[in-house]
């Protein structure tokens, strides 16, 4: 993976996060999920390890839980 994968749901925390992520790290550095919209990805987000959004995952597969919008189960709710 040469990205990191920002996941979330949409909640406001979500947003807020996302924004901060793309201002610290920069938007070609990130690709967006939006679990709300592309429910296709949520098995791949939980194969990764996120457990709630938003979440950070990095290129070397580390998962970053930021503050806490949703658990996994509510997004497939």
Do not use: W
Request: proline fraction near 4%; glycine fraction near 10%.
């Amino acid at each position: 993976m040469s990205k990191s994968i920002f996941y979330h749901a949409g909640c406001p925390v979500c947003i807020s996060a996302e924004h901060d992520v793309i201002d610290l790290i920069g938007h070609s550095k990130v690709q967006i999920i939006h679990l709300g919209n592309d429910k296709s990805r949520i098995d791949e987000a939980m194969k990764a390890g996120v457990k709630s959004v938003p979440a950070l995952v990095t290129p070397n597969g580390n998962v970053l839980h930021i503050n806490f919008g949703a658990s996994m189960e509510e997004v497939i709710g």
